[in-house]
């Protein structure tokens, strides 16, 4: 997660436009703003809360719309891409996907302690999530349903401190013995995420800091040690922000040739952006364009993933309790993105006041959304379990009396509740 402040784009044109834009907002609950859409697009309603201008006639989409919800293929398998809307049915989609995603779970957190948004992380800061954490995991599958964890780590932590050097043995199976405990949890999908803002103690990978040579480095080892395994996926870096989004694109093209060279061919590899990599900001900044240009070494792009994140907030930095916005307009926009360019993306980070009223009406709208547009959101980690003590504002982690675990309540309404609901 951030601590810093950024600016959200805005979702919609000023509400006097006259009509507005491609793929902008054009009506749902409490909207004010223009309803009539440029030519060549039409106001499509997603639910009640949004309605966007998509490509098309409200005629022809009206002749084309499946008459079930079949038409819309969701992931069955984690070793299978999702089969991806095309674009001249992606209007027809926005009504008809009403399937549910394929991962859901939450972040445990504890090795990524003392990392900063300057890319500085003090090791000896680190809490080993250990027992503890695996027992979450454990709990989180068994008794919520849960199928998705993502561990983030410093990448300090993982060489020792020692920049482009090998993987620190001691420090590995640590963090080693975390993964394993993910994976022998039931889990289908366990996130290694490297938890350093595009940074190494201030300086920006390939802009001047570490050359994207130390930065593949580190990948090609953690890829090596996990190419067996097709449920441990790779999350290249968390939350990227400040940089040349064309140059650090080329930064991520190197950790993913690094990766597949090291014989990890069948992983999901999640592929940030800038902006704290916020879900609102990753068309209009550059990073879906920048990142579309990412390929495997055979040129394919698949199960190359975009990671986004997104909290509630006032300035979406996920720093205080009370929620403002549902996002829904935000998740509506990137789900028809996604659909036109037949990509796939997942919300690694989100989260508000565990049992903040305003946050368990709005959580549970936002994932309500990305329920809708399953065959292209894989799915939500919330942020945060492991190592958080139950008083961190978004804290995730449940309360253990005796051998029992209680669930925050929201987790137990909108992490877990808007997964299991579309069982």
């Known amino acids: 997660m951030k601590t810093t402040l950024f600016t959200v784009a805005a979702a919609a044109t000023a509400a006097n436009a006259a009509t507005q ?14 309803t009539d859409c440029v030519s060549g697009y039409f106001c499509q309603s997603s639910n009640q809360y949004y309605s966007q201008c998509v490509p098309g006639s409200a005629s022809t989409a009206a002749a084309s719309q499946p008459t079930t919800v079949a038409a819309v293929k969701t992931t069955t398998s984690a070793s299978k891409p999702t089969t991806v809307a095309s674009a001249a049915t992606s209007s027809a989609a926005a009504a008809a996907a009403t399937g549910k995603v394929a991962y859901a779970g939450v972040n445990i957190a504890g090795f990524d302690f003392g990392c900063g948004t300057d890319g500085t992380c003090t090791t000896s800061s680190v809490d080993p999530p250990g027992t503890a954490g695996i027992n ?37 199976a640590n963090y080693d013995s975390l993964m394993q405990g993910c994976l022998n949890s039931g889990a289908a999908m ?5 938890h350093n803002y595009a940074r190494w103690n201030g300086q920006v990978i390939g802009q001047g800091g570490p050359t994207n040579a130390q930065f593949a480095s580190l990948w090609s080892q953690l890829a090596t040690k996990y190419k067996s395994n097709s449920k441990v996926a790779f999350g290249v870096m968390n939350e990227p922000h400040d940089l040349t989004i064309g140059t650090w694109a080329t930064t991520v093209q190197a950790a993913v040739t690094a990766i597949r060279q090291a014989g990890a061919t069948s992983q999901k590899i999640l592929l940030p952006g800038t902006d704290y990599t916020s879900a609102a900001n990753f068309i209009d900044n550059g990073s879906a364009a920048a990142l579309m240009k990412v390929t495997n070494i055979d040129g394919s792009t698949t199960n190359l993933i975009f990671d986004v994140h997104r909290y509630l907030d006032s300035d979406n930095s996920g720093t205080h309790a009370q929620c403002t916005t549902n996002n829904v307009a935000t998740f509506t926009t990137l789900g028809n993105y996604l659909r036109t360019n037949k990509r796939q993306a997942m919300l690694t980070e989100t989260g508000g006041g565990a049992s903040d009223s305003s946050c368990l009406t709005m959580v549970c709208q936002e994932l309500d959304t990305l329920n809708t547009y399953s065959d292209v959101f894989l799915g939500w980690t919330g942020w945060s379990a492991g190592m958080f003590d139950t008083s961190y504002v978004l804290t995730e982690t449940p ?6 675990y209680t669930d925050q309540p929201l987790v137990k309404q909108c992490i877990a509740g808007k997964f299991k609901a579309q069982k």
Do not use: E
Request: glycine letters at 16%.
């Open 21 to 34: 834009s491609a793929y902008g907002q054009c009506g749902g609950q409490g909207y004010t703003g223009a």
């Open 136 to 172: 979450q995991i454990k709990h989180f599958v068994t008794d919520d349903g849960l199928n998705a964890f993502r561990l983030p780590v410093g990448w300090q932590y993982l060489v020792n401190n020692q920049l482009g050097g090998t993987l620190n043995s001691a420090n590995l």
């Open 190 to 194: 366990c996130i290694l995420d490297v």
């Open 399 to 404: 309360t253990l009396s005796g051998s029992t």
